[in-house]
């Protein structure tokens, strides 16, 4: 078995989910289109030139989850992956995945964008497993801060390996100490 690692935004989406996701809430009145729209396109330009400050972003991107209710945003968020997602997902995307399935490769999503997003398009691109940027909850409802290391630039690499770590169980034989040491050099060579 080898591992199938994706990438999501501009990969298996033929767009970004974070900006997507805020201009979505822009669009629903959720947020309010003259803050929000012009720091979201500002964040999105950082992103796509290498200078986004991840902290900054997240402070920005996860604050609203804090502001409502579970069960609101778990209903924006069916409306954004049925308007927003399914029809930017990138040709082949699903033909991809099944091909790795076929083949028994342990598919991945690994992603910056946060998990709250991104669990949904996980499983309906039909992947099971998911690394993402993991925003804080407390007692079930969102903080807006972050949880943990934000699965960005090296931070993906820091979470696979934590993930990975985790994932040494029976029906993953790949997953032997020799492998992580040799995904280790082979990410920090």
Same mark, same amino acid.
């Given at each position: 078995?080898? &591992?199938?690692?994706?990438?999501?935004?501009?990969?298996?989406?033929?767009?970004?989910?974070?900006?997507?996701?805020?201009?979505?809430?822009?669009?629903?009145?959720?947020?309010?289109?003259?803050?929000?729209?012009?720091?979201?396109?500002?964040?999105?330009?950082?992103?796509? /030139?290498? /200078?986004?400050?991840?902290?900054?972003?997240?402070?920005?991107?996860?604050?609203?989850?804090?502001?409502?209710?579970?069960?609101? @945003?778990?209903?924006?968020?069916?409306?954004?992956? &049925?308007?927003?997602?399914?029809?930017?997902?990138?040709?082949?995307?699903?033909?991809?995945?099944?091909?790795?399935?076929?083949?028994?490769? @342990?598919?991945?999503?690994?992603?910056?964008?946060?998990?709250?997003? /991104?669990?949904?398009?996980?499983?309906? &691109?039909?992947?099971?497993? @998911?690394?993402?940027?993991?925003?804080?909850?407390?007692?079930g409802q969102f903080t807006?801060?972050?949880?943990?290391?934000?699965?960005?630039?090296?931070?993906?690499?820091?979470? @696979?390996?934590?993930?990975?770590?985790?994932?040494?169980?029976?029906?993953?034989?790949?997953?032997?100490?020799?492998?992580?040491? /040799?995904?280790?050099?082979?990410?920090?060579?």
């Amino acid at each position: 078995m080898k &591992l199938a690692l994706f990438d999501l935004d501009n990969t298996l989406l033929a767009g970004d989910s974070d900006f997507q996701w805020a201009q979505f809430l822009i669009e629903q009145r959720v947020l309010d289109r003259e803050v929000y729209e012009a720091r979201n396109i500002e964040f999105y330009e950082q992103y796509k /030139t290498g /200078t986004l400050d991840i902290h900054e972003f997240l402070d920005f991107q996860l604050k609203p989850l804090a502001r409502h209710p579970r069960e609101q @945003l778990n209903a924006w968020r069916e409306e954004f992956i &049925l308007k927003k997602i399914k029809p930017i997902v990138a040709p082949g995307a699903s033909d991809l995945i099944a091909k790795h399935k076929l083949e028994r490769n @342990l598919c991945i999503i690994i992603t910056a964008t946060n998990s709250f997003v /991104t669990s949904p398009i996980a499983r309906m &691109l039909g992947v099971d497993h @998911l690394i993402a940027t993991e925003p804080e909850q407390q007692e079930g409802q969102f903080t807006g801060r972050v949880s943990g290391i934000p699965c960005f630039r090296e931070g993906k690499i820091t979470r @696979l390996e934590q993930w990975l770590m985790r994932a040494i169980l029976p029906g993953y034989p790949f997953l032997k100490a020799g492998f992580i040491v /040799t995904l280790w050099m082979i990410c920090h060579s």
